[in-house]
């Protein structure tokens, strides 16, 4: 099937350098230096096709995106063609008066983590002494500049018990909007799951705590509240269907559908830096291989909620069905799902997982 239409988004990976070392980290093992990083004016051309693509907005990740020196310039170039730009950072080390700016360049919004509502939850996860501090003290520089604020709260068995907190802490901070996102077990918390799977109760009472405080807060903060497929009834639609509205750029200008996307070892992935975007997005073999219903096999094949889901995730499919085209065993109709259920209950109780902390050189490249 040809490409639906223009992209709504791409996540861009700009670095895989980051001060944090978090288990639950969504990036790939092998991390690539900052040799294999693209150069400004690589970036450049490829945020310029992005824009004749039609791309609405761009987030811009890493990593640590605020390593890069030429952030402000690459949010401008955005800017200049109308995109809309999402800066997702950590807060740690950001130079003296980078968010005015940033903010100066055009740029849109800010998504910052918080890798828990305790100082010791925070420095315990990024592996970082003093890392909340350095949070709190970010966040107030974001709003002094202006900028809209999201915190992103990553959930898992480590820090599910302070989400009334994560609550309170947004409010404090003055933020828009919280994210509390259960962590999706892919790259090092995929490496990390005994460590980091939460139990079933907990999950269903953070997801009850959050209803409630939606409803209690509304207008003052907008809580997102991202499930966990692994207890749903039926899977997410991953990045919104594959290759369907957005899609990913890692630092070396790899393109990919979604973050574990090489995980399916018969996919090759184009290169942004060679090839053009609107030949990626409208014909690679990646990106046409799942995208839309075609590829589906039975269950989802003849299941009203296709158009939802698309199928779920591939890369689970790949991962615990062994077919990247099989229905996403995170739906209570795959054949699988039994192993992804018994798979969960046993990590949520895994009682010696120690957590590998993410960072270059643990994983060698092959
Ligand atoms: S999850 Fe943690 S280690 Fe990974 S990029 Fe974000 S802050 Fe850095
Ligand atoms: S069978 Fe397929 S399309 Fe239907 S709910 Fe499950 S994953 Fe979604």
């Known amino acids: 099937m040809s490409a639906p239409g223009p992209p709504i988004g791409i996540l861009a990976e700009l670095t895989h350098r980051c001060p944090l070392q978090c288990p639950y980290c969504s990036n790939p093992l092998e991390l690539l230096k900052v040799n294999r990083e693209l150069d400004t004016?690589?970036?450049?051309?490829?945020?310029?096709?992005?824009?004749?693509?039609?791309?609405?907005?761009?987030?811009?990740?890493?990593?640590?995106?605020?390593?890069?020196?030429?952030?402000?310039?690459?949010?401008?170039?955005?800017?200049?063609?109308?995109?809309?730009?999402?800066?997702?950072?950590?807060?740690?080390?950001?130079?003296?008066?980078?968010?005015?700016?940033?903010?100066?360049?055009?740029?849109?919004?800010?998504?910052?983590?918080?890798?828990?509502?305790?100082?010791?939850?925070?420095?315990?996860?990024?592996?970082?002494?003093?890392?909340?501090?350095?949070?709190?003290?970010?966040?107030?520089?974001?709003?002094?500049?202006?900028?809209?604020?999201?915190?992103?709260?990553?959930?898992?068995?480590?820090?599910?018990?302070?989400?009334?907190?994560?609550?309170?802490?947004?409010?404090?901070?003055?933020?828009?909007?919280?994210e509390v996102a259960n962590v999706q077990y892919y790259g090092w918390a995929l490496m990390n799951r005994q460590a980091l799977m939460p139990e079933r109760d907990d999950v269903m009472r953070v997801a009850a705590l959050v209803e409630e405080a939606q409803e209690r807060l509304r207008g003052v903060l907008a809580i997102d509240f991202v499930a966990p497929d692994y207890y749903a009834q039926y899977p997410k639609a991953c990045m919104g269907g594959w290759a369907r509205d957005a899609f990913m750029i890692t630092p070396d200008g790899t393109t990919m559908p979604c973050h574990a996307a090489a995980s399916i070892p018969h996919l090759s992935f184009a290169s942004a830096a060679e090839t053009p975007l609107a030949e990626i997005w409208g014909r690679s073999p990646a990106f046409e291989a799942y995208r839309g219903f075609e590829w589906m096999q039975e269950p989802c094949r003849s299941c009203a909620r296709k158009e939802i889901d698309f199928g779920g995730c591939r890369c689970q499919a790949m991962k615990l069905a062994g077919d990247a085209a099989a229905t996403d065993p995170a739906c209570s109709l795959s054949a699988f799902h039994g192993r992804i259920l018994a798979l969960a209950a046993e990590d949520s109780v895994a009682q010696d997982a120690s957590m590998t902390y993410r960072r270059i050189g643990v994983v060698e490249p092959a």
Do not use: C, M
Not at 48 to 65: K, T, Y
């Open 41 to 178: 004016q690589t970036w450049l051309r490829i945020f310029s096709q992005a824009a004749d693509l039609g791309i609405l907005q761009v987030h811009l990740s890493g990593g640590e995106p605020t390593l890069r020196q030429d952030l402000p310039v690459l949010v401008q170039a955005l800017a200049d063609r109308g995109v809309y730009t999402n800066l997702i950072t950590a807060g740690i080390g950001v130079r003296e008066g980078l968010f005015e700016k940033l903010r100066d360049a055009g740029l849109d919004h800010v998504q910052l983590s918080f890798q828990g509502a305790r100082p010791e939850t925070t420095d315990l996860i990024g592996n970082s002494r003093g890392a909340h501090v350095k949070k709190l003290s970010a966040a107030a520089q974001i709003r002094a500049a202006g900028l809209p604020l999201t915190i992103n709260a990553p959930i898992h068995r480590k820090n599910i018990g302070e989400v009334q907190q994560f609550i309170d802490l947004a409010l404090s901070l003055g933020a828009e909007r919280l």
